[in-house]
T-cell receptor, first 115, second 114 residues
Framework: GNSVTQMEGPVTLSEEAFLTINCTYT??????LFWYVQYPGEGLQLLLK?????DKGSNKGFEATYRKETTSFHLEKGSVQVSDSAVYFC??????????????FGTGTSLTVIP | NAGVTQTPKFQVLKTGQSMTLQCAQD?????MSWYRQDPGMGLRLIHY???????DQGEVPNGYNVSRSTTEDFPLRLLSAAPSQTSVYFC?????????????FGSGTRLTVV
C-alpha cells in the first residue's frame, strides 16, 4: 500500500542554520510528492511539489528532490528564519483501483527557529 | 478571495449532541475531502467525494456522515458527538484529481466534545 514516513520532531534550530526534514515513502504506482506547511492556528498550505522522479520542487528557499531509487523526498533549506517556524507535512498522492486519487500524509514535523 | 471556507472555526459540544461542519469552495473543484488532525497522528481521511452526488468513506468514517448535493458544498455531520471526536477538522478540495495539483485546505474547525 501507500504510506509516508517523516522524521519525528520537534526540531529546534538557530536562525540561519541548515534544515533537513527527512521523508520516505512507499507507493504501489507512480505517485506525486508534496510538502505542506502549517503555521500556528492555520490550515495546511502547499509549499512545493514534484510529480515525477528526479523532479525538484522549490519555493520560498525550500527545496526537495523526488528520488525514486531511495524512495525519498527530503525537505531542505539553506538558512532558516524565525518565520519558518511551523509544522511540515510530507504527502503523497497516487491512484488506486479501490479509492481513485488519494492523498497520504506523514505525521508532521514541528520546526521551531530561535533567534 | 477564492478558496475553501470552513465554518465554524471553533465549537464545543456536549456528548450526544449532533452538528454539521460546513465546507464550501468556489474554485469549481471536483474533489473534496474531510480530514481530522490529532496530535502525533497527522491527518486522517474521514470521507471524500469525487463529484456532486458521489461520496465514499476514508480511513476513519465511523460517527460521521457526508453528502455532496452541489459541487461547492461538502458538509460533515456528527450524528452523536463523543469525546473521541475532539479534534481539528480540515476540509480540502482539488481539481482534476490530487495526483498532480495537491489539495487546497480550509483553515480548520477546532471541535471539543465534553
Amino acid at each position: 500500500g501507500n504510506s509516508v514516513t517523516q522524521m519525528e520532531g520537534p526540531v529546534t534550530l538557530s536562525e540561519e542554520a541548515f534544515l533537513t526534514i527527512n521523508c520516505t515513502y512507499t507507493a504501489t504506482g507512480y505517485p506525486s510528492l508534496f510538502w505542506y506547511v502549517q503555521y500556528p492556528g492555520e490550515g495546511l498550505q502547499l509549499l512545493l511539489k514534484a510529480t515525477k522522479a528526479d523532479d525538484k520542487g522549490s519555493n520560498k528557499g525550500f527545496e526537495a528532490t523526488y528520488r525514486k531509487e531511495t524512495t525519498s523526498f527530503h525537505l531542505e533549506k539553506g538558512s532558516v528564519q524565525v518565520s519558518d517556524s511551523a509544522v511540515y507535512f510530507c504527502a503523497l498522492s497516487d491512484v488506486s483501483l479501490d479509492t481513485g486519487n488519494q492523498f497520504y500524509f506523514g505525521t508532521g514535523t514541528s520546526l521551531t527557529v530561535i533567534p | 478571495n477564492a478558496g475553501v471556507t470552513q465554518t465554524p472555526k471553533f465549537q464545543v459540544l456536549k456528548t450526544g449532541q449532533s452538528m454539521t461542519l460546513q465546507c464550501a469552495q468556489d474554485m469549481n473543484h471536483e474533489y473534496m475531502s474531510w480530514y481530522r488532525q490529532d496530535p502525533g497522528m497527522g491527518l486522517r481521511l474521514i470521507h471524500y467525494s469525487v463529484g456532486a452526488g458521489i461520496t465514499d468513506q476514508g480511513e476513519v468514517p465511523n460517527g460521521y456522515n457526508v453528502s455532496r448535493s452541489t459541487t461547492e458544498d461538502f458538509p460533515l455531520r456528527l450524528l452523536s458527538a463523543a469525546p473521541s471526536q475532539t479534534s481539528v477538522y480540515f476540509c480540502a478540495s482539488s481539481s482534476t484529481g490530487t495526483r498532480r495539483n495537491g489539495y487546497t485546505f480550509g483553515s480548520g474547525t477546532r471541535l471539543t466534545v465534553v
